[in-house]
């Protein structure tokens, strides 16, 4: 009888980056190549840490492992889901969150501004805080371990992804100043809020159907937005002044309908911000500039 192959962690990551090279998967849900998407799913398989001493790159696998290992390799492979579903975690501003298809995976440049807390677009730290159309909860969550002091609230229309959301909130030790509420954008909130950050549905049909397939995992209703995308956005901008403090601000992600966006409304001051590491469709808007943009967005 032969016996099993025997692989240490460094040989399984060359092998499972081989696989996914061959296979012509697309990277998007935290990744963008085969070798960093293999030691997602290796290192979240076997437990390893991310910042691992070299030495646990010679560690055998046993049989068990290297089942575990395969059989989430091929489900990656032959169902297109993305690594973070299939290990049920995910990572936004350096820390961890439960991730699965009741959820949009992390992956906003919003994490950028968070660990530079804002600066320079805060004058000061804010007390209150809310996340938009939250889904897993990352960008509330990682706002108030940024502010200490302040009270965060998560709201979403989807009962599911407050679940997880709430999972999430007790992962980091939060309940004591992070709530969860339930709401069709603002429908059920009570500002004022000195911070609005949002993440919303941004994406048209057209091009929901243009995605590669492993985005057809996540949830629609975290992507789609009638109106070429812009309809939720616009909502949001029309209902945020009333729910900003004096001194408020809001930011907004819109992706790639920004250019939409701000040829709609090219009266609105929209600052379009910049990230070292990448990314693009994020503006912040003070409370008085969406007052006065009211008429505009009338």
């Given at each position: 009888?032969?016996?099993?192959?025997?692989?240490?962690?460094?040989?399984?990551?060359?092998?499972?980056?081989?696989?996914?090279?061959?296979?012509?998967?697309?990277?998007?849900?935290?990744?963008?190549?085969?070798?960093?998407?293999?030691?997602?799913?290796?290192?979240?398989?076997?437990?390893?840490?991310?910042?691992?001493?070299?030495?646990?790159?010679?560690?055998?696998?046993?049989?068990?492992?290297?089942?575990?290992?395969?059989?989430?390799?091929?489900?990656?492979?032959?169902?297109?889901?993305?690594?973070?579903?299939?290990?049920?975690?995910?990572?936004?501003?350096?820390?961890?969150?439960?991730?699965?298809?009741?959820?949009?995976?992390?992956?906003?440049?919003?994490?950028?501004?968070?660990?530079?807390?804002?600066?320079?677009?805060?004058e000061r730290p804010p007390a209150r805080v809310l996340d938009l159309c939250t889904g897993s909860g990352c960008i509330g969550i990682?706002?108030?371990?940024?502010?200490?002091?302040?009270?965060?609230?998560?709201?979403?229309?989807?009962?599911?992804?407050?679940?997880?959301?709430?999972?999430?909130?007790?992962?980091?030790?939060?309940?004591?100043?992070?709530?969860?509420?339930?709401?069709?954008?603002?429908?059920?909130?009570?500002?004022?809020?000195?911070?609005?950050?949002?993440?919303?549905?941004?994406?048209?049909?057209?091009?929901?159907?243009?995605?590669?397939?492993?985005?057809?995992?996540?949830?629609?209703?975290?992507?789609?937005?009638?109106?070429n995308g812009l309809a939720i956005p616009l909502q949001i901008l029309r209902d945020a002044p009333r729910y900003l403090s004096e001194?408020?601000?809001?930011?907004?992600?819109?992706?790639?309908?920004?250019?939409?966006?701000?040829?709609?409304?090219?009266?609105?001051?929209?600052?379009?911000?910049?990230?070292?590491?990448?990314?693009?469709?994020?503006?912040?808007?003070?409370?008085?500039?969406?007052?006065?943009?009211?008429?505009?967005?009338?």
């Amino acid at each position: 009888m032969q016996a099993a192959t025997k692989e240490n962690v460094e040989q399984v990551l060359e092998r499972v980056s081989r696989q996914f090279e061959q296979a012509e998967l697309f990277y998007g849900h935290g990744t963008d190549n085969p070798w960093d998407e293999a030691v997602y799913l290796v290192f979240s398989a076997l437990g390893i840490p991310f910042d691992c001493d070299d030495n646990m790159l010679q560690k055998t696998l046993s049989e068990d492992e290297r089942t575990r290992v395969n059989a989430l390799v091929r489900e990656r492979i032959e169902s297109r889901r993305p690594v973070a579903y299939l290990v049920r975690e995910a990572w936004f501003a350096g820390l961890p969150f439960a991730v699965d298809e009741r959820v949009l995976i992390p992956r906003s440049p919003l994490a950028e501004l968070i660990l530079n807390e804002f600066d320079p677009l805060l004058e000061r730290p804010p007390a209150r805080v809310l996340d938009l159309c939250t889904g897993s909860g990352c960008i509330g969550i990682a706002t108030a371990l940024a502010f200490p002091d302040a009270e965060v609230d998560l709201a979403d229309i989807s009962a599911e992804a407050l679940i997880l959301a709430r999972e999430n909130i007790g992962r980091h030790g939060l309940e004591g100043r992070v709530s969860v509420h339930q709401s069709d954008l603002f429908a059920s909130l009570d500002g004022p809020y000195d911070l609005i950050l949002c993440n919303p549905p941004y994406v048209s049909q057209e091009e929901i159907d243009e995605l590669p397939e492993e985005y057809r995992h996540e949830p629609a209703l975290g992507l789609h937005s009638e109106d070429n995308g812009l309809a939720i956005p616009l909502q949001i901008l029309r209902d945020a002044p009333r729910y900003l403090s004096e001194d408020g601000l809001l930011i907004m992600e819109v992706g790639y309908s920004h250019e939409a966006l701000a040829e709609r409304l090219p009266g609105v001051p929209f600052l379009w911000l910049e990230f070292a590491h990448g990314g693009e469709g994020i503006f912040a808007l003070t409370a008085r500039q969406l007052r006065d943009a009211l008429p505009l967005l009338a």
